[in-house]
């Protein structure tokens, strides 16, 4: 329950998930 992931429902604000974003929608 981090505050810096702006993520929804993202376990891990991972940069190789979508263009460095990290929320969890690799778009």
Known sequence: M?????GPSSPAPSPSSG???GDGAPL
């Open 19 to 21: 263009s460095g974003g």
């Open 2 to 6: 981090s505050p810096r992931s702006p």
